[in-house]
């Protein structure tokens, strides 16, 4: 996807315009009139307005990484995004009756990798083959003796 749209797509969901449709987890998530125009099973989906704003910031940073590498900012596009669990910090609440309960946030790796968009390279022009069957190419390939 390209940079700019993606950052576009991005401040919609900040500003309750555009719904990021729900496809896999599905669970206990309502439903949205807005889904449907994404086509979402079930027109299922949210405005998840703080992973937004993460995920936003990240690919501003991205943007500023490759300007730093002197890229053009308009020819970017992001050729691969992957988010994995990270270990929880784990701390503790205390409970009534002297119990102590578990606290655990869910932090998460997230990677982002952006390239520039290439020009197509233009194909050779070719010279026009004779056509030749199968017979006559037999025939040429073998050597007259004697």
Known sequence: MNVQKCLKVLD??????????????????????????????GSKGRWPVKATAVYKKLVKNAIANAEAEQLDPETLY???????????????????????????????HIEIILKQKEEPVKKMEEEERVKISK????????????
């Open 12 to 41: 919609d969901v900040l500003a309750f315009k555009a719904v990021i449709p729900f496809v896999k987890f599905t669970g206990g998530i309502g439903r949205k009139a807005m889904a449907k125009q994404c086509k979402a099973p």
């Open 78 to 108: 992001i050729s691969h995004a992957q988010v994995n669990r990270a270990p929880p910090g784990r701390r503790r609440t205390y409970r009534a009756h002297g119990r102590i309960g578990k606290y655990a946030s869910q932090p998460a």
């Open 135 to 146: 017979k006559d190419a037999a025939r040429r390939r073998f050597v007259k003796v004697g």
